[in-house]
């Protein structure tokens, strides 16, 4: 099994700054099948990012993804309010699939 | 529009079962692999199965092996999980959710059920 770890554990913020957020895999992730989610309270998870670097279907470009074999990054440039929330990765290239423990990006 | 409406949470002792169910609509359910995802209270995001759109690809994390069955009925557009021999760690909100092929991510989820397990 494939184990995520990310960091930070909390990220905190002002709107307008960057965040940088990391996921690191226990073994290299097969055709980098890696995914970031949003999750905010009370909402289910919202796909950002797939494949490590695509952006899902209307997600804004200042969500980009980058990273292979088992170090990922999660780059929120301009940080705006209804970005404050919980942050996942996920591997889907091998089962069981596995998600990370999450980064909260909350407001400084 | 892609709706995915899970339903059969509720309360049960520890030991007994539970059957969850996902309605799907809005989309070719027969062309998409699925997932059932849980989140505990306080804690993150865990995979507990998928199937892939012909049922002939399941899969379990190692924490339900044994004890759940996922299914689904393209006829319907329902996607099932049968939990058996529950316990208090299977307490959580369970969401469905849809992968454009088995090996793929999640990219339309529902609003989950919520199951408590507790005498």
């Known amino acids: 099994e494939i184990v995520l770890t990310q960091s930070p554990g909390t990220l905190s913020l002002s709107p307008g700054e960057s965040a940088a957020l990391s996921c690191r895999a226990s073994?290299?992730?097969?055709?980098?099948?890696l995914a970031w989610y949003q999750q905010k309270p009370g909402q289910a998870p919202r796909l950002l990012i797939y494949g490590a670097s695509s952006r899902a279907t209307g997600i804004p470009d200042r969500f980009s993804g980058s990273g292979s074999g088992t170090d990922f990054t999660l780059t929120i440039s301009r940080l705006e309010p209804e970005d404050f929330a919980v942050y996942y990765c996920?591997?889907?290239?091998?089962?069981?699939?596995?998600f990370g423990p999450g980064t909260k990006v909350d407001i400084k | 529009e892609v709706q995915l409406v899970e339903s059969g949470g509720g309360l049960v002792q520890p030991g007994r079962s539970l059957r969850l169910s996902c309605a799907a609509s809005g989309f070719s359910f027969d062309d998409y692999a699925m997932h059932w995802v849980r989140r505990a209270p306080g804690k993150g995001l865990e995979w507990v199965s998928g199937?892939?759109?012909?049922?002939?690809?399941?899969m379990y994390a190692s924490s339900v092996k044994g004890r759940f069955t996922i299914s689904r009925d393209n006829a319907e557009n329902s996607l099932y999980l049968e939990m058996n021999s529950l316990r208090a760690e299977d307490t959580a909100l369970y969401y469905c959710?849809?992968?454009?092929?088995?090996?793929?991510?999640?990219?339309?989820w529902g609003q989950g059920t919520l199951v408590t397990v507790s005498s």
């Open positions: 959710a849809r992968g454009r092929g088995y090996f793929d991510s999640f990219d339309s």
């Open positions: 996920q591997q889907y290239g091998s089962s069981p699939f596995t």
């Open positions: 199937i892939s759109w012909n049922s002939g690809y399941i």
């Open positions: 073994q290299s992730v097969r055709s980098n099948f």
